[in-house]
């Protein structure tokens, strides 16, 4: 028999490529950090001797959930300005208390406190726009989590920085060069959105983007007003802007998207660019509605993301998902649109795509990192099973997450997570609380 580090067997195995694919009592082995092998579980027991074997009857295994787009240390400003439209909510509560409060501490701590809340709910890489980049960075590393951080870049002065070459220079120097050899953390561009950042660093960014092969992570189109504003000053859309300055393309991840005609639709097609749709959070804002089924028919990759904790109120990619499908049925006005499978990749490969990590995770594939999540669908609320993948997407919650592995390491272990003290996570939040009230 050949030794192996771990054997997770389940009832289903949901691989996600092919779409719609379910294995049934199969197992996973792996060795080291990658995914040795997938066959039936006889087999498996005759095959391999592993250290450590988890046997997971009416579970469904599936890969790490990817949160596409998110700003993690706001999970501090969780419940602070509820139930606003965007503009009154960054000018009158966040960019104020961000003003005031961001820091080093303010990052570490908000991350940590989003990483809990993502690995608890079957999370496991997740794309970050924030301040102090290189602590979130480091915050991830230390934990083991699987991370896409953004060089953040806004042509104000923060506490981090004071101009947008200021952010650029920083950034590649404290992320990216800090982390290029790093298994864990991959890096990108993190302009905030076109009403913030301006045409020079936008091109300096497009030129750095070209030359390292980085993506471009960016708010795009996210409200009616933002479009209007964008015309009346420009005197084009935004999208129009962002492809006259060469940012259109395959490393583009443009943000929410609720405001696209079908000219727009196309051109994102043909460029190969990606979508990152926010559901809940442009709910919540009234923001608008991102046209996924339109995009997705045209052969565009629409990743899924939550935004920050202050917008959304929860890292919560089962919510996102469910979310997702149900709108894009409504907005489309077909039933078929975007059914459970489709929205299950949205939140796996096609954010893995949109990273450029298709090739190292979002999918259960031999070779690929061990990113795996096992969802417990014995309970009274998703019983009885016809379909796993439709009971994951219409009625599994992140209470059904039992188990968390990241690059083989495992993180959380029968709904408990390894290496974290959850008692001082909170202990910090409610100093954090007591400070911003």
Sequence with gaps: METIDSLISAQWIIPVEPVGRVLQQHAVAIRGQRILDILPVAQARRKYHPEAEHDLPGHALIPGLINAHTHAAMSLLRGLADDLPLERWLREHIWPAESRWVSAEFVHDGTM?????????????????????EVAAHTVGSLGMRAHIG??????????????????????????????????????FAPHA??????????????????????VHIHVQETAAEVREHVAAHGCRPLARLDHLGLVGPHLLAVHMTQLEDGEIKLLAERGANVVHCPQSNLKLASGFCPVARLVD???????????????????????MRTAALLAKGVAGRAEALPAAHALRMATFAGA??????????????GKAADLVAVDLRRIETQPVYDPISQLVYATGRECVTHVWVGGRPQLIEGELIGMDVESLLATAESWRRRLV
């Design 113 to 133: 406190l989003a990483i809990a809340e993502m690995l608890r709910s079957g999370t496991t890489c997740f794309n970050d726009m924030y301040f102090f980049p």
């Design 151 to 188: 060089m953040i870049v806004v042509d104000f002065p923060t506490a981090w920085a004071r101009n947008a070459d200021e952010y650029i220079t920083k950034g590649l120097s404290a992320v990216l060069d800090a982390h290029k050899d790093d298994r864990l953390i991959s890096v990108g």
């Design 194 to 215: 076109l009403y913030t950042v301006s045409d020079a660093p936008l091109e300096r960014i497009r030129t750095l983007s070209e030359e390292l092969g980085l993506p």
């Design 298 to 320: 045209a052969g565009v990759n629409v990743a899924l993301g939550t935004d920050g904790a202050a917008s959304n109120n929860d890292l919560d990619m089962w919510d996102e």
């Design 353 to 366: 795509k949109a990273l450029g990590l298709e090739r190292v995770t979002g999918s259960i594939e031999i």
